[in-house]
C-alpha cells in the first residue's frame, strides 16, 4: 500500500531531488492572497469590473507579460534580483543570463519562481489585469512601453540576421 503522509508524498514525488513542494504550495498562498486582497480592494473602491477585455487590451497586456517575465527572469540588469537565489552560469543568449537555483525550501522555490519566464507571466499578468480595472490608462501605458520593447527586441534579432557573416 502506498502511503499517504505528506512526507511520503513529498520523497516520492521528489525522486530524491530537492523538491520544495511546501514552499510552492507557500508561494501559491502569497499569490491567492494578493488576487484576493486586489478583488477586496477593487470591490471596496467599487471599481467596475469590465464585461469583457478588448483584443486591444489583450494583445498590448499579452506582449508586455510576455516582455516583463523576460526582464525579470533573464535580463543582466536584474540579477540583483535574483542573485540571493541563483548562482551565475553564463549567457544563456543575446541580452540573457543562464543562472542555476540555489538553496532549500524556500529560497529554492522563489530562485524557481524568479527565473522562470513562464513562472512569471502569471504573477505579471495578474498585476496587469488589475492594473486594467484600478488604473487603466496608466497600465495601458506601462504596457504599451514594454509592448515597445518588445518590439524593438524583435527588429533587433532581425536586423542581426539580415548582417552577412563576418566569419567567412
Same mark, same amino acid.
Given at each position: +500500500? ?9 520523497? $516520492? =514525488? ?9 514552499? !510552492?504550495?507557500?508561494? +501559491?498562498?502569497? =499569490? ?8 477586496? =480592494?477593487?470591490?471596496? $473602491?467599487? #471599481?467596475?469590473?469590465?464585461? &469583457?477585455?478588448?483584443? @486591444? ?23 540583483? %534580483?535574483?542573485?540571493? !537565489?541563483?548562482?551565475? /552560469?553564463?549567457?544563456?543568449? /543575446?541580452? /540573457?543570463?543562464? /543562472? ?7 529560497? #529554492? ?8 519566464? !513562464?513562472? *512569471?507571466? @502569471? ?5 496587469? +489585469?488589475?492594473?486594467?480595472? %484600478? &488604473?487603466?490608462?496608466?497600465?495601458? *501605458? ?13 527588429? @533587433? !534579432?532581425? =536586423? ?9
Amino acid at each position: +500500500m502506498v502511503e499517504v503522509s505528506p512526507r511520503a508524498i513529498k520523497q $516520492r =514525488y521528489a525522486g530524491g531531488k530537492e523538491r520544495p513542494l511546501g514552499s !510552492f504550495a507557500a508561494l +501559491m498562498g502569497v =499569490y491567492g492572497t494578493a488576487v484576493l486582497s486586489g478583488a477586496a =480592494y477593487v470591490r471596496a $473602491r467599487r #471599481k467596475p469590473l469590465p464585461e &469583457r477585455v478588448g483584443m @486591444q487590451d489583450l494583445g498590448l497586456i499579452a506582449i508586455a507579460t510576455h516582455k516583463v517575465a523576460r526582464l525579470i527572469a533573464k535580463d543582466p540588469v536584474t540579477s540583483p %534580483i535574483r542573485a540571493p !537565489f541563483t548562482k551565475f /552560469e553564463g549567457q544563456s543568449g /543575446e541580452a /540573457e543570463v543562464a /543562472e542555476e537555483v540555489v538553496g532549500t525550501g524556500p529560497r #529554492k522555490a522563489v530562485g524557481e519562481l524568479v527565473t522562470c519566464p !513562464f513562472c *512569471l507571466a @502569471q504573477w505579471v499578468a495578474t498585476a496587469f +489585469m488589475f492594473g486594467l480595472v %484600478i &488604473r487603466p490608462r496608466e497600465t495601458r *501605458l506601462a504596457a504599451a512601453l514594454f509592448t515597445t520593447v518588445s518590439a524593438a527586441d524583435f527588429l @533587433q !534579432f532581425a =536586423y542581426d540576421a539580415l548582417q552577412p557573416d563576418e566569419k567567412s
